[in-house]
């Protein structure tokens, strides 16, 4: 007999959201190491609210809510938390019941300034990365670096002189729409944008445009490619080997890093090696003063391994920039940029562990 297409809400649900997610789900392994990483936080966390005053949304939550914007892509806060409505998969990794309401999109603003910053982050990064390290997913010894432009939440026409000399225009119009800046030579030295002034304008190579950006930079470890260490800083010149050194002198163990051409340069081989780490940086014969780089390096087979292995650091900067919400960031200013970009590197790390460990997870 043919069923009739009749609905009937129900009133009552006796099904919870644990029940309905599979239990081979990807995310359930994921959970489990963000719940022990966030639980290892909770005496931080502590010390940032008061103990008086009504009860605040749990900061776990919104980190997991947090990740799921990462993992699935999502635009924005006020999209997740229309998904986080109906989607009963968000609210069971978030920790919510069918019937609990959904916070307001503006609690992440309210919380950027208290938990939303780069040292936040970088502690959940280092317990994620803790656990990798015990389950032997790690190396200690052989590493990558790499860095990366984000594109910031501003436009050319924002980028104006720091001494104010044009702010009028020719006709009279004092706005940024009124403005033809073509031709005109600009620097960091002497422009800033007006919408993002931590900001720099920058560019990978002669070919592309300069766009006001911030530097992205990854320490991967060789064995299985995960992200050993993440930070933001501001696009100079010497950004990327800068923030390699301070990265590498935080892995007391390291013996080889591996680099691309840009990282060929006299002063920075000779860091390296102050440091007891073994420079296997790719050979600039372009360069007008020679590679830094010679036979007592390139003649080991190890360095023709870490040539090969160091390429997978894209890996890394091609999720963040396609999955991920780093191609062009939608905040503003250097320590908020800061926690998205290392949050998307833990974010990263999950998924590689999950796939790594499988359900076997610690």
């Known amino acids: 007999m043919r069923g009739g297409d009749q609905t009937q809400s129900t009133m009552?649900?006796?099904?919870?959201?644990?029940?309905?997610?599979?239990?081979?789900?990807?995310?359930?392994?994921?959970?489990?190491?963000?719940?022990?990483?966030?639980?290892?936080?909770?005496?931080?966390?502590?010390?940032?609210?008061?103990?008086?005053?009504?009860?605040?949304?749990?900061p776990e939550r919104l980190f997991r809510a947090l990740l799921l914007q990462i993992?699935?892509?999502?635009?924005?806060?006020?999209?997740?938390?229309?998904?986080?409505?109906y989607n009963l998969l968000f609210r069971w990794f978030i920790g919510l019941?069918?019937?609990?309401?959904?916070?307001?999109?503006?609690?992440?603003s309210k919380n950027r300034e208290r938990l939303f910053e780069e040292s936040f982050a970088k502690r959940f990064f280092e317990e994620i990365f803790a656990q990798a390290k015990a389950a032997g997913l790690t190396s200690d010894e052989h590493f990558s670096v790499d860095g990366t432009l984000i594109e910031a939440w501003a436009s050319h026409k924002s980028v104006r002189?720091?001494?104010?000399?044009d702010d009028d225009n020719a006709d009279g119009v004092g706005r940024n729409a009124g403005r033809d800046f073509r031709g005109e030579s600009r620097s960091n030295e002497t422009h800033a944008s007006r919408t993002d002034p931590e900001s720099r304008l920058a560019r990978k190579s002669h070919s592309q445009p300069a766009q006001p950006s911030f530097s992205g930079h990854v320490?991967?470890?060789?064995?299985?490619?995960?992200?050993?260490?993440?930070?933001?800083?501001?696009?100079?010149?010497?950004?990327?080997?800068?923030?390699?050194?301070?990265?590498?002198?935080?892995?007391?163990?390291?013996?080889?890093?591996g680099a691309d051409k840009g990282y060929d340069t006299r002063g920075f081989v000779a860091q390296l090696r102050s440091l007891g780490v073994t420079p296997h940086v790719a050979c600039n014969e372009k360069r007008t003063s020679g590679s830094a780089i010679d036979g007592r390096t390139t003649r080991h087979e190890s360095y023709q391994v870490s040539q090969r292995i160091r390429k997978r650091i894209e890996e890394v900067f091609g999720w963040a920039k396609t999955i991920g919400p780093v191609r062009k960031t939608k905040l503003r200013g250097w320590r908020r940029v800061g926690f998205q970009f290392v949050l998307t590197m833990t974010g990263y790390n999950l998924v590689r562990m999950r796939n790594l460990m499988g359900s076997a997870v610690p």
């Open 12 to 58: 009552f649900s006796y099904v919870s959201p644990e029940k309905r997610v599979p239990p081979e789900h990807p995310l359930r392994a994921v959970r489990t190491m963000v719940d022990a990483a966030l639980q290892r936080m909770s005496p931080e966390f502590d010390k940032v609210y008061s103990r008086r005053g009504r009860p605040s949304i749990p």
């Open 71 to 85: 993992f699935y892509t999502i635009r924005s806060e006020r999209l997740l938390m229309e998904q986080l409505d």
């Open 219 to 257: 320490l991967m470890e060789n064995r299985n490619g995960l992200v050993a260490a993440a930070t933001l800083g501001q696009a100079t010149g010497t950004a990327e080997r800068d923030a390699a050194v301070a990265m590498i002198q935080g892995k007391p163990k390291a013996k080889t890093l």
């Open 161 to 165: 002189r720091k001494d104010g000399g």
């Open 97 to 108: 019941n069918t019937d609990d309401p959904v916070w307001d999109h503006s609690t992440f």
